[in-house]
């Protein structure tokens, strides 16, 4: 039987990370006012409630280092004996979209709410930004 909405957010309550759970709860709200669908939702809470149990509670998603990241994302891989198709390609794929837009709304939404950057960057703000981008971080050659 497949695991339904109510139940997944049932576990985002029992996070033990109080932190998480707030943004994720967040998040299900963005999702939910811009209209997505269940299945959308469910699919992104669940892969972000996987990846906060692979950081640990100690951790914040405010705190996460790109190669957290990219470690979770090591772990979808399976040797070639056991998947000589390569299909867990997908499931990394899958996992690394679901995770940036997480990542792109907590900048987006949170950060930047937090710092007080509202509004237009000036051209300035835009030139000071790293040529390493959220993508560059991400993106791993298979």
Do not use: C
Request: charged letters at 30%.
């Amino acid at each position: 039987m497949p695991i339904r909405l109510d139940t997944v957010l049932r576990k985002v309550e029992q996070m033990s990370n109080q932190v998480n759970s707030d943004l994720l709860k967040e998040f299900y709200q963005h999702m939910k006012d811009n209209r997505t669908s269940q299945n959308y939702q469910k699919g992104n809470l669940k892969a972000m409630i996987h990846f906060a149990e692979h950081i640990g509670a100690a951790t914040s998603f405010y705190d996460v280092h790109y190669k957290q990241v990219v470690r979770f994302l090591d772990t979808k891989i399976k040797q070639e004996h056991i998947d000589p198709d390569k299909k867990w390609i997908t499931t990394w794929n899958d996992y690394l979209w679901r995770l940036k837009l997480f990542f792109r709304w907590l900048h987006n939404k949170k950060i930047k709410e937090i710092n007080g950057d509202e509004g237009e960057e000036t051209q300035q703000e835009k030139e000071e930004v790293p040529a390493t981008t959220l993508d560059s971080y991400f993106t791993k050659a298979k």
